[in-house]
């Protein structure tokens, strides 16, 4: 026993036939979904071999015209274990589909804010939910909610940048739902990250180790103990600039760079620098 799911794709490129990328990616974001919802429930780590066995999504039926795929979430190892062990209940195909309809729910509530520059806040309440504010109303979330919302955001944007690639609407149902989860040409741009430059200039001791004089940016690695965090972020330079002192620079193990931050706003945590923008060489 499982529990049925219907994928729809609807667009002008689904008109004559069925484009397998468009398919494979909106069924791989699926998977991907399911896969970290089933983790999340289940408390485990990765999706083993075994468990692949026993957890699986399959195909029922699927159609033209439209992409119209039925998808069956079978988990056969927990079946047979509620009937011999009827208190096992959070691990179901219900409870992942359930669980993947709740965390897309806050995904949409949170993003939506952020699209309109708002930052949500959080707040713990007594019993352990998390009390989210996105500035104009609140919504209580679990932890496990919250953890695959934020696991599940990378996925979600794959399928609403189909919507750039000739599909109207993508949406899964469950067979006796009238709603489900849906991105379609009007809500996909909040999936789309929202940037914005940092105007207060930083300075970075740094490594430039890629350069290229036609984009006219590159790469550099950032030790420990900076403004941002240690690791390998993009640049580019703004202004007219020299691009003969950013190629002699990568001879030299360190150099100074005064930038900008180019970020963008992160629902779960801190804002992810996109790209630094390069003012000059600090000589």
Not at 164 to 170: D, K, P
Not at 223 to 242: H, R
Not at 262 to 272: D, Q, Y
């Amino acid at each position: 026993m499982g529990e049925l799911i219907t994928l729809r794709i609807e667009g002008p490129i689904l008109e004559n036939n069925i484009p397998l990328d468009i398919a494979l990616d909106s069924l791989t974001a699926f998977q991907n979904i399911v896969d970290k919802s089933y983790l999340a429930l289940s408390k485990s780590q990765r999706i083993s071999k075994k468990t692949r066995e026993e957890f699986r999504i399959t195909f029922t039926k699927i159609e033209k015209g439209s992409l119209d795929v039925d998808l069956d979430i079978i988990l056969a190892a927990v079946v047979t274990a509620q009937m011999t062990m009827p208190f096992i209940t959070d691990l179901t195909p219900k409870a992942i589909w359930d669980l993947m309809k709740s965390a897309f729910n806050y995904l949409k509530f949170v993003l939506e804010s952020i699209n309109k520059g708002k930052l949500p806040t959080y707040s713990q309440t007594g019993d352990g939910m998390l009390l989210v504010n996105n500035g104009g109303g609140d919504i209580t979330v679990n932890q496990i909610t919250y953890n695959v919302a934020k696991e599940s955001l990378c996925d979600y944007q794959d399928i609403a940048k189909l919507t750039n690639r000739g599909v109207e609407r993508v949406c899964f149902t469950g067979k006796t739902e009238p709603e489900g989860i849906e991105i379609n040409k009007a809500n996909s741009n909040i999936f789309s990250p929202r940037t914005e430059v940092v105007p207060e200039n930083i300075q970075l001791t740094c490594e430039i180790f890629d350069f290229n004089k036609h984009k006219m940016g590159g790469k550099i690695s950032v030790p420990a103990g900076q403004v941002v965090s240690q690791g390998e972020y993009n640049f580019e330079l703004i202004g007219d600039q020299d691009i003969a002192s950013y190629i002699e620079s990568m001879l030299k193990t360190e150099v100074k760079l005064n930038c900008l931050q180019e970020i963008s706003p992160n629902p779960f945590g801190t804002s992810n620098i996109l790209k630094l923008q390069v003012v000059n060489i600090i000589k």
